[in-house]
């Protein structure tokens, strides 16, 4: 998909990146207790109270991230994000290949979910693969932030904190 020649992100788009953050984040701390509900029922024993009331949550959010993520897509096609910040090379493809692979397991992570919930094996295990996949993309992501921050000193992290002006 071409770029679209924009020179940072709009409040809509910073502000729905950070909601996901948040909301992943919550889903990958709290996630567990989904597998405790099903693992309950498996086993025939009742499921406890806070477990209940977190793997509902663990719906409800996970439903919000596809909802956000399509409102992020949208106006992505439309209206373009800048250019990952550096010279052409193995770096940008790595920071653009990150950023795509992180759209599709934000498809694919709640997509399994629902799986898992309402047509069961082997959906469950394919969507706890999700976890840890998630986690070592976020670390990465993350740590190229903090890098272009603090070592390269250029406007990636600000220009997903502060609108562009336009
Ligand atoms: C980006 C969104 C999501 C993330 C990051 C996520 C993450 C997780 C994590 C970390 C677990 C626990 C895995 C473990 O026990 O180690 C889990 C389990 C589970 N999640 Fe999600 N989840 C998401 C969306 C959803 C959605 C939308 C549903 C729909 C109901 C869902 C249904 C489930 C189910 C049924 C389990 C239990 C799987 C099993 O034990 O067989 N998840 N999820
Ligand atoms: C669940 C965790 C995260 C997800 C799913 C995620 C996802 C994404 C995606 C898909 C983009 C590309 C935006 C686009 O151009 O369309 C992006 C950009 C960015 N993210 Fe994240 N992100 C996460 C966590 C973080 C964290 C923790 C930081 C900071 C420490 C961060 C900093 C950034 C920055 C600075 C950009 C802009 C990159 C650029 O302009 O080239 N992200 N993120």
């Known amino acids: 998909m071409a770029e679209k020649n ?6 809509i788009q910073i502000v729905l990146h950070w909601l996901i953050v948040a909301a992943v984040l919550f889903q990958l701390i709290f996630g567990e207790s989904m597998t405790n509900v099903v693992e309950a029922l498996e086993e025939g024993n009742a499921p406890g109270a806070a477990d209940l009331q977190l793997s509902s949550a663990h719906l409800w959010v996970g439903i919000a991230i596809l909802f956000m993520l399509a409102i992020r897509l949208a106006i992505r096609v439309f209206t373009g994000a800048p250019e990952v910040i550096g010279a052409p090379g193995l770096a940008t493809l790595a920071a653009t290949a990150m950023h795509w692979l992180f759209y599709a397991l934000l498809v694919i992570v709640p997509v399994t979910g629902l799986l898992a919930k309402y047509v069961g094996d082997p959906w469950g295990d394919i969507h706890t693969i999700g976890k840890p996949v998630f986690i070592v993309l976020i670390v990465l992501h993350a740590a190229a932030a903090l890098y272009h921050h603090f070592v390269l ?5 600000v220009r997903m ?3 562009r002006n336009s």
């Open 6 to 11: 924009v020179t940072g992100y709009s409040t």
């Open 153 to 157: 000193k250029d406007e990636t992290l």
């Open 161 to 163: 904190i502060r609108p």
